[in-house]
């Protein structure tokens, strides 16, 4: 990476925006009123934002802003960690796969077709059905889903890439093929890699959000962004809090990680630019 | 056209093998039992014209209408209502509904398959009269007769299973569409005895699995009736459409069972009794339910047919008083703050069931003190863990009754009941129940039946949490609709007012 | 060309039996049956009926059976719905299915490649920031908060389209839009990026200097290899447009396939959801295979010599 990349203020501001949400969400639920499962039975419930409950309370009386400080946990938990597993996974297996091609790549993508062909709602249902509920799982579950996509476009760009002339001069000028995999086309696959991993993490907390929906997501009290998104969406006619509030949260969030991702691009001048 | 919102797609439309909801409201349209039960929940002739029960008790003899008919015009006779009841029973059908009808005589032999089917007490003695022997007491059989599960079966159908919706009918309408997942669309059948009193010319029955999409399609215009509403809405509903929303008291008790095979609820009444005290109903029926449902502290639910509700006298204490008392035993029970009650709330996938153990994890912590975990299982995840007692603790349970009678709620607690998931064997308790089905004076079974709900209360086997309410939204221009508690509304009731 | 099609036609077969087999074994592992209910039967009762769909047999005895049956083409009886076959289920459903994907996939395709091609034509412009910002919210926003939202709109506050059910053109529209929205959106931005990419590439910025009009190094040279990864893109997402989204299905009420995977699975219904676990790894198979020619087509380079 480039010195002072974080300098521009491209790269700066949804670095300083994503920041201040990590750090809501961080220290949030030490400000809140109370705690993010306290409920008290004596307030009117599902009360609209006032001095005492910011964004107001849910259907249960709860203190949304707790809620969704603590709910921002376990979504930005969620996107970065099995963001990470599927750039792990993906651009090896992809780069691997278009790189040396042959019966590598066939067998290569042939498993991620195996894979594909499994339907993923499918799968993480069955998963959480045998091994019960637990966070660890729905980020294993995300993770080791959505290298898919990553491996098959990070093939597919290493395939052209192989027919450029630069990797011909190379090869000519005697580099193995590993070398020349390390060397140049794993750094030029960067772009793609960077758009690809900008598109997985709202991927992955959105895939949070819908095993929230089918009621597979994190156990209550607990709550994430899509739970609490989801449960928003339902009563948006009544309490349109409930939805703003998280919502606006999801989407900044998202916001923030794609623009990073482009600007990043931009100035760590990677290919294409 | 009346459209109706109707929940989950159907599995099944045959009379026999269907359960559900969904399904029973539709076969109450397709078919017509030897009772029937009117718009107010009352007790009516159907196809029968009349009965009578022999001096005993132990034979009912139904007279048929004159000139009935199937909905393809052959005739209706009472061998036909005689092959339903051989069909349900049969242990080839599978019936879920069987037991209903066990007390028939040689009910239970042929349920096993120890008898053959014709061994069962039910013949037709001519083309208009049934008799029905029982082998014991069954007071409320002419009631149960209106239940889907004891329609008539068509000669036609009696060979094999034809293909779903082709079966053939009785009722005021005849399945002419069904479209899976889309729609099941009903006209009414013109070989129907009483025809001429039907208005509605067609009904379709919408699967709404969402009850919030239901309620926008509802406020779309596209359905007359819903088949609920979410509980979440009920503040917004009550503002804008106030008038059309229809609640009414309905048969079915939702409770926390307590796994009495296990610690911490083995042998520990004092802290059964406690987390029951604990638990503040009318606030969750208010501010959880929005008022669609009644606090309960009983198992059967009020409305049932001569019984009294068996209220325990601490319902009516102030908050202070029933706190301190929760307190006072879960101590005596050897629990304190140095050593708090650790404990699992189990429950299945569901909005409501989620919210409610949301509310009692809060108040057993704020009253009591204790450290209470959720636990949210798939729905065939629970069945099988609520039902093998290895794993659960406290956890969400049901029931609803198949007819308006409290047997059916106090046998669930039964030791041997399949139902029994809290693991209660109290051989006091099942000598009452016992005592009560033999009994041939409806006033002895009555007291028998109150005694052993009010002594299983105190023993606290289950937490009663609230009784439900049917709630539908239900158009104006919807006329005839009448709320009774077992939440039928037959079509051939219901006019439409032109716009 | 052609043997490159019959090996990914031969290894189908392979995929398939692995996604059978895998399918198979988890939802036998889960616990619960499909007869288990709130009302629970009588033992005798469950027994009966475990033992008429062959239940009863150990889980690689039904394996077996299950295999028999698919090579004759019998996906088997459902489980849950009462005397109806799986292949009817889907014969059902699928058409259903199909049609309301078609009709998504069209819209995101083509929506999703004009906009992107826009936006890298016009790159950093107003024009690009705005339309980027509209595909972040169609990425950023949940189906279950789009669909109701589309309905609040276009059928209760406008009153122009249905809110729900399956009943003519009209009703198409709205979940087709709530199936296409997140589709669109990821494509444009790789259309967008992908595109740009290849502007800036050596080959563009010699004919650049050859002086070709940039109408035709757009159209002719460049956007050519920018649908690559569009392409990779498509093809499991066509198999998934096509087999239907559970929250479209449920929340517009229509009578397509994608609730079944949902469904069948909680509710138990293992021949359901392998006979639909099936019909959707062809679909990928297919959808691959027709991606891995039109790659050929697109990209010369790919073409094995």
Known sequence: MKAGAFGQPAVAVPAMVLLLIVLLAAIGPWLAPQPFDAIDFDADWAAAPSLAHPFGTDDLGRDLFARVCVGGRLSLAVGLVSTLVSLAIGVLWGAVAGWFGGRIDALLMRLVDVLYALPFMFFVILLMVLFGRHWLLIFVAIGAVSWLDMARIVRGQTLALRRQPFIDAAIVSGLGSTAILVRHVLPNLGGVVIVCATLTIPQAILVESFLSFLGLGIQEPATSWGALVNDGARAIDATPWGLIFPAGFLATTLLAFNRLGDALRAALDVPGR | ?499 | MLSRAATRLLTAVPTLFVLVGLSFFLMHAAPGGPFDSERSLAPEVEARLNAQFHLDEPAWRQFGRYLGGLLHGDLGPSLQYEGRSVAGLIGDGAPVSAALGAVALLLALTGGVALGAIAALRRDSALDRGLMLLALLGLSLPSYVVAPLLILVFALALDWLPAGGWDGPASVLLPAVALALPQLAAIARLTRGALGEVLAAPWIRAARAKGLPERLIVFRHALRPALLPVLSWLGPAAAGLMTGSVVVEQVFGIPGIGRYFVQGALNRDYTLVLGVVLFYGALVVTFNFLVDLAYGLLDPRTRPT
């Open chain 2, 1 to 499: 056209m009346l459209r109706i919102g109707n929940g989950n797609e159907p599995e099944s439309l045959d009379p026999q093998k269907a359960t559900g909801v969904s399904a029973g409201n539709i076969l109450r349209d397709l078919y017509e039992g030897l009772t029937g039960i009117g718009p107010s929940g009352e007790l009516l002739p159907a196809a029968a014209e009349s009965w009578h029960w022999r001096a005993d008790g132990r034979e009912l003899r139904l007279q048929l209408r004159d000139g009935l008919r199937w909905s393809n015009g052959d005739v209706l006779s009472a061998e036909d209502f005689a092959a339903g009841l051989r069909r349900l029973l049969d242990p080839a059908t599978a019936s879920g509904y069987a037991s209903l009808f066990a007390a028939i005589a040689n009910g239970e032999a042929v349920i096993a398959g120890r008898r053959p089917v014709s061994a069962l007490g039910v013949q037709a003695d001519d083309a208009r009269t049934l008799r029905i022997r029982l082998d014991r007491p069954l007071p409320n059989l002419p009631a149960l007769l209106a239940h889907p599960a004891a329609a008539p079966i068509h000669p036609a159908d009696r060979a094999g299973d034809p293909a779903p919706g082709a079966r053939i009918g009785n009722g005021a309408y005849r399945l002419v569409e069904w479209r899976l997942q889309s729609h099941i669309r009903l006209q009414r059948n013109r070989h129907y005895w009483n025809d001429r009193q039907t208005s509605i010319g067609e009904v379709r029955y919408l699967p709404t699995e969402d009850l919030h999409s239901e309620l926008k399609r509802y406020r779309a215009d596209e359905l007359d009736v819903t088949t609920s509403v979410p509980a979440t809405q009920v503040p917004w509903i009550r503002r804008t459409l106030g008038a059309e929303l229809r609640v009414a008291p309905y048969l079915g008790s939702y409770f926390y069972g307590l796994n009495l095979t296990r610690p911490p609820f083995a042998g520990n009444r004092p802290l059964r009794q406690a987390l029951s005290l604990a638990i503040d109903r009318p606030l969750i029926a208010r501010k959880v339910l929005h008022d669609l449902a009644m606090p309960a502290w009983s198992l059967v639910p009020p409305g049932i047919h001569d019984y009294t509700p068996q209220v325990p006298g601490w319902a009516q204490w102030p908050r202070a008083q029933r706190e301190a008392e929760a307190r006072r035993l879960y101590a005596e029970a050897g629990y304190s703050a140095a050593k708090p009650l650790q404990v699992q709330i189990r429950y299945n996938t569901s909005d409501d069931h989620k919210r409610i153990a949301v509310v009692i994890a809060a108040m057993w912590k704020q009253v009591l003190g204790a450290e209470v975990t959720l636990v949210n299982e798939e729905w065939k995840v629970f069945l099988q863990h609520r039902r093998a007692r290895h794993e659960t603790e406290a956890f969400r349970n049901t029931w609803i009754a198949d007819s308006d009678d409290a047997f059916g709620f106090a046998e669930i607690l039964e030791s041997h009941h399949p139902r029994n998931d809290s693991g209660y064997a109290d051989a006091a308790y099942d000598a009452l129940l016992q005592a009560a089905a033999q009994a041939d004076d409806p006033a002895v079974r009555r007291s028998r039946l109150e005694v052993a709900e009010r002594q299983m209360l105190d023993d606290a086997p289950i937490l009663p949490i609230y009784f439900y309410a049917s709630k539908h939204l239900v158009k104006p221009r919807v006329e005839g609709w009448h709320d009774n508690s077992l939440d039928w509304h037959a079509s051939k009731d219901l006019q439409l007012r032109a716009p």
